[in-house]
């Protein structure tokens, strides 16, 4: 009668393998989706699940994982690797600071596929817990279906912030974090209840910046590391489409200032130099020590006819957290509009060692640029340079935010397929260099390839953001706000 047993589960284990006609060794290492091949990622991240280019032809998927120590871990799937969070965190605790090696073996077609090994680094740094962004349909003109979401990064749990049914399908966008604590947030509505929304722990406050004399919102938030000022930029912002261009949409404004936002006293501050006529002004951010505010410049010029001839340059003026006020001095930090080029949203690293952005062409909106690449500014020695290894050659890369220990970013990319944006993750090293990027970890790897919505503003957070939804619907719809003073 103990016969039976042994025989069901040597069926269990056995009767899945496919029948194998033919094995094959090959002399290169599997193409991997996501290709998380010699990546480094960090030690408290999701598991990494990963098929291969031949997913929906696989039969059998095997791998053996070679911990530092020599000891091997064996796991299998149909279509992909589907690491438990258990075995993975065991597995990423164990190989900190160190590297895994990863042996593939394919089953497609009766034939059996025997690949060399590739490695994925383990960092000694941790990401930020949490990752939150837009998910949006990639059109143009309409937004009836869009959200803010945010996902935990130690596992594949993703929770929904606000999405825009519940508020009149009014667009949602340009989530920003006082350090990266989710308690402290401001987020804009665009539409029928537009509004810039601020969160302070449990309390919302529904804003209005719009006044008679400057009839613009309040978009691309940064915090102020004190917690007492946002800096944000007011863009009267227009689209036109080209013909024959691998840039399908071209995003512009035909005005812009920076102002930065005076929390205890209603009052939106700004200089001459950030408020003139004869120049656009956007795109702010604070340093770390809160005695700088970064952002780009550009001189005006009738963006109806010369829109691929405005480019702007990252500069720098000095302001004052005790007072509020600026000390009109300002530094150019990267000029590259002489060269034909121009640069997007200046981020310093909490550290205040870098400066990242993007560049590419022409504008002020990189994310339909293919040409679209990430840069990093050192800000001690001034040497400027292009993260290589993150980059894609083919598609753009751009919108981006920084762990709070500077270690890691993370960026919107369309290299999977040049229409959809993804994010990535890419770890900075001790020389300011980027390390090969990597799609976000999903469960199933196939989660991408599926999804019809893009990633958009990807910003890393320490807590879970989270609204009260019911709170935040009716404070919007009551039509009470705040008037922000001038």
């Known amino acids: 009668m103990k016969i039976l047993p042994i025989i069901i589960a040597l069926f269990l284990i056995y009767g899945c393998q496919p029948i194998v006609t033919e094995t094959i060794i090959m002399d290169c290492q599997p193409m991997l989706y996501p290709d998380y091949s010699d990546v480094t990622i960090p030690y408290n991240i999701a598991p990494v699940n990963f098929s291969t280019i031949a997913y929906d032809s696989l039969q059998r998927i095997e ?6 120590d020599g000891s091997i871990r064996e796991f299998h799937g149909d279509k992909y690797i589907d690491f438990s969070i258990s075995n993975w965190r065991e597995i990423a605790e164990k190989t900190r ?9 394919e089953y497609k077609n009766k034939k059996k596929y025997v690949y060399k090994p590739f490695t994925i680094n383990i960092a000694n ?5 949490y990752l939150c962004y837009r998910l949006i349909t990639p059109g143009y003109r309409i937004y009836s279906q869009m959200g803010i979401y945010c996902r935990n990064l130690t596992t594949f749990e993703q929770t929904t912030v606000v999405d825009n ?5 009014n667009c949602v966008n340009c989530h920003s974090f006082w350090k990266a604590d989710a308690d402290h947030a401001s987020l804009h509505v665009r539409g029928d209840l537009g509004s810039t929304v601020l969160k302070n722990g449990n309390d919302i406050k529904i804003c209005r910046a719009i006044n008679d004399n400057l009839g613009l919102n309040c978009v691309y938030p940064y915090w102020h590391p004190s917690g007492k000022y946002i800096a944000y930029s007011q863009n009267n912002t227009v689209q036109s489409f080209h013909c024959g261009s691998p840039n399908r949409v071209e995003v512009y404004d035909l005005e812009s200032r920076v102002v930065v936002y005076d929390i205890a006293n209603n009052m939106l501050l700004t200089s001459p130099q950030l408020n003139a006529n004869k120049t656009f002004t956007s795109e702010p951010s604070f340093s770390p020590d809160g005695r700088s505010l970064y952002y780009i410049t550009a001189d005006t010029v009738d963006m109806n006819r010369y829109t691929t001839e405005v480019r702007y340059d990252i500069c720098r003026i000095g302001f004052d957290d005790a007072s509020g006020n600026f000390d009109g001095k300002v530094d150019t930090l990267v000029k590259v509009s002489s060269d034909s080029l121009t640069t997007a949203f200046p981020r310093p690293s909490y550290d205040g060692k870098y400066l990242l952005y993007t560049q590419f062409n022409y504008g002020q909106f990189g994310i339909w640029h293919t040409e679209a690449d990430l840069w990093m500014l050192n800000l ?4 400027r340079y292009p993260l290589t290894k993150a980059n894609s050659p083919v598609a753009a890369d751009s919108y981006h935010s920084w762990s709070q220990n500077s270690r890691w970013i ?3 990319s369309r290299r999977d397929d040049g229409f959809f944006t993804r994010a990535y993750i890419a770890y900075i090293n001790n020389d300011g260099k980027a390390e090969k990027a990597f799609l976000l970890p999903q469960q199933d790897p196939a989660f991408n390839r599926s999804l019809m919505f893009s990633f958009n503003v990807p910003e890393f957070a320490t807590k879970e953001f989270k609204f009260n939804k019911g709170v ?3 404070d919007l719809k009551s039509g009470k706000k705040l008037q922000f003073n001038y």
Do not use: R, W, Y
Not at 63 to 68: I, Q, S
Not at 165 to 169: C, D, E, F, G, W
């Open 63 to 68: 791998v053996e994982v070679k911990m530092p």
């Open 97 to 105: 600071g160190n590297k895994i090696e990863i042996a593939v073996v």
């Open 125 to 129: 740094e941790p990401i930020d817990s």
């Open 165 to 169: 049914h519940l508020i009149n399908s």
């Open 380 to 383: 001690t020695t001034n040497e």
């Open 410 to 412: 993370v960026f919107e």
């Open 472 to 474: 935040l619907e009716k």
